[in-house]
C-alpha cells in the first residue's frame, strides 16, 4: 500500500531503505521511541497535481489553479498513542493505534494559504479513495495532517520559523486553522517578538490555536538505525508488479469524463468524488447510451440517496436499473417525470427486504403508470382545457406565448401526470391554431 500510494504520487521507489527510532518522551509514546524512516526512506521526489477554487489562492502568487505541490517523500512509520484532554480535570492516553503501521507523505512548502492546503488534502484523499487504501476520513482519525505553517515578507525568499499544527479533524479547520496561525504569527512580528518554534493545537470552538509543546529539530529526537529491523528491499520487479495496480486516477478520470462524455467539468467533478459513484455511472452510461442524460439523472436524483461511508457507497439502484428506467423514458412509455417517482420506488424498496432486483418496466406496469400516447385521448383532454379557458387562449393567441406553460398543466394536471409531453405540445399547439 505504501508502495502503491508513493507511485501514484509520481515519487521516485529507492531499492534499499531502511528503519530508525526517533527518541521522545510524551505520554502518547510508551516505550519512547517511534520506529519511522529517516535518511533512507524507500521513496522520494514526487507531486500532486490540485485545483483552487476561483479567489482561493493567494492574491501574490501567480500560479493560479491548477497548482502542483511538491511532494518531498513518502515513508512509513508507526503510530503513536492519542492523548484525549475533553475529559474534565482529567487527561487520558488512548493506545488502541499505538504501534500500527502508516504511510507517512511530507510536502514541500508549496502551499500559500488554508484554502490551497484544505484544496491539496481533498486531491490527496481523492487519489488514495481511488488507490483503495485509505478511507479518506478525517473525523475518525484514519486520514489525518499536520500542518506546518511559516511566513515571511513579500519578496523574501527565505521562510520564517515554522511552527506545527496538531488535531485537526476536517478540511474545513485545515482551512480555519492555517489562516488564524498566518495571522497570529503576523500579529507576533508587528509587535517586535519572534516565533517560537513549537508545536500547536487548534481549539475549533474558540478558531484559535493554542501552545502545546515546543517543537523537537532533527538531531534533537538522536534517530539512530533500528536494530531489530533489516533494510526494506524493493526490487525492479516488485515496483513494476505494484506500478501495474495504479488505476486511472481522479484527475485523470475527471478529464476524461469531460473529453470523452462532453460533461461539463463541474458535473464531472461530482461524479468522480467517490470512485465508487464514478464507476456507477460509467456503467450505467454504457448500458444506455446517453452519457449526459445518465449523469444529469445520477446528480439530480440518486446521489441524495447515497450512502457513502469511507470506501465503501451503497447506491440504492443498479447502474441496469439506470439504464432501463431512462430507456423507459426515451420509448414513451413514461415522462421524464414518471422517472423520478418509479426511481424513487425503486430506491425506496432497496431499503426493504426485497430480495431480488426490481425491473423499472415491471414497477411501471405494476404500478399502472404508463405514459399515455393515445393521441385521440390526448387531443380530447386539450379541446376540452382550452374550450374552459377561452381568456387565456384568446391571450395566447394574441401573443402570450408563456401562457402554453398553463394549458400543458392543465392537461397533465387532468391525466395526472401520465401524458406524453412532446404530444402535449403539439396537440394544443393545433388546437390553439398556433404554428
Known amino acids: 500500500m505504501a508502495v502503491l500510494a508513493a507511485l501514484a504520487l509520481h515519487c521516485a521507489i529507492v531499492e534499499r531503505s531502511t528503519f530508525a527510532r526517533k527518541n521522545y518522551f510524551y505520554p502518547d509514546l510508551p516505550k519512547g ?9 524507500f521513496s522520494k521526489g514526487g507531486y500532486l497535481e490540485f485545483d ?20 518531498t517523500r513518502v515513508h512509513m512509520e508507526e503510530d503513536a498513542g492519542k492523548n484525549v484532554h475533553d475529559r474534565g480535570d482529567a487527561s487520558i492516553v488512548d493506545l488502541n493505534r499505538a504501534g500500527v503501521a502508516l504511510v507517512e507523505i511530507v510536502g514541500e512548502p508549496d502551499l500559500r494559504s488554508g484554502a490551497e492546503a484544505a484544496s491539496y488534502l ?12 485509505n478511507d479518506g476520513n478525517l ?22 520559523t515554522r511552527v506545527e499544527l496538531k488535531n485537526i479533524n476536517s478540511f474545513r479547520f485545515v482551512h480555519k486553522a492555517i489562516d488564524h496561525e498566518v495571522e497570529r504569527q503576523g500579529a507576533v512580528l508587528d509587535s517586535g517578538r519572534t516565533i517560537a518554534q513549537e508545536t500547536r493545537g487548534w481549539d ?63 458535473l464531472a467533478n461530482v461524479l468522480t468524488q467517490h470512485p ?29 440517496d447515497v450512502a457513502i461511508h469511507g470506501l465503501e457507497a451503497k447506491i440504492p439502484v443498479s447502474s441496469q436499473q439506470l ?99 412532446a404530444l402535449v405540445n403539439e396537440t394544443l399547439r393545433k388546437a390553439l391554431n398556433l404554428p
Do not use: W
Not at 217 to 244: G, M
Not at 369 to 384: F, L, N, P, T
Open 276 to 304: 465508487r459513484v464514478a464507476a456507477f455511472f460509467e456503467e450505467a452510461a454504457t448500458l444506455h447510451g446517453d452519457p449526459i442524460r445518465v449523469a444529469n439523472f445520477v446528480q439530480t436524483e440518486v446521489l441524495r
Open 33 to 41: 521511541y517511534q520506529i519511522s524512516q529517516y535518511d533512507e526512506p
Open 122 to 133: 481533498r486531491a490527496l484523499r481523492d487519489v488514495l479513495l481511488s488507490l483503495g487504501i
Open 323 to 421: 439504464a432501463e428506467l431512462l430507456q423507459l423514458v426515451d420509448v414513451g412509455t413514461i415522462s421524464g417525470k414518471q422517472a423520478k417517482e418509479v426511481y424513487a420506488r425503486l430506491a425506496h424498496d432497496a431499503g426493504t427486504e426485497h430480495e431480488r432486483e426490481v425491473s423499472p418496466l415491471a414497477l411501471v406496469k405494476e404500478l399502472g403508470m404508463a405514459q399515455v400516447s393515445d393521441r385521440g385521448e390526448i387531443e380530447a383532454v386539450c379541446e376540452k382545457v382550452v374550450v374552459a379557458n377561452p381568456k387565456q387562449a384568446d391571450a395566447l393567441r394574441g401573443g402570450k406565448t408563456a401562457l402554453i406553460g398553463f394549458f400543458v398543466g392543465l392537461v397533465m394536471k387532468e391525466t395526472k401526470g401520465s401524458a406524453n409531453p
Open 52 to 71: 483552487v477554487a476561483d479567489g482561493a489562492a493567494a492574491p501574490d502568487d501567480p500560479a493560479r489553479a491548477p497548482r502542483t505541490a511538491r511532494i
Open 204 to 266: 475549533e470552538k474558540s478558531g484559535t490555536t493554542y501552545s502545546m509543546r515546543s517543537k523537537e529539530e532533527a538531531n534533537d529526537y538522536r534517530y539512530f538505525p533500528e536494530p531489530d529491523l533489516p533494510p526494506l528491499l524493493l526490487d525492479e520487479v516488485r515496483v513494476a508488479q505494484v506500478r501495474a495496480l495504479v488505476p486511472e486516477l481522479p484527475r485523470d478520470k475527471r478529464t476524461r469524463f469531460v473529453e470523452e462524455y462532453k460533461l461539463p467539468r463541474t
Open 139 to 160: 473525523e475518525e482519525g484514519s486520514f489525518r495532517c499536520d500542518a506546518n505553517v511559516s511566513i515571511r515578507p513579500l519578496g523574501q525568499a527565505k521562510l520564517g
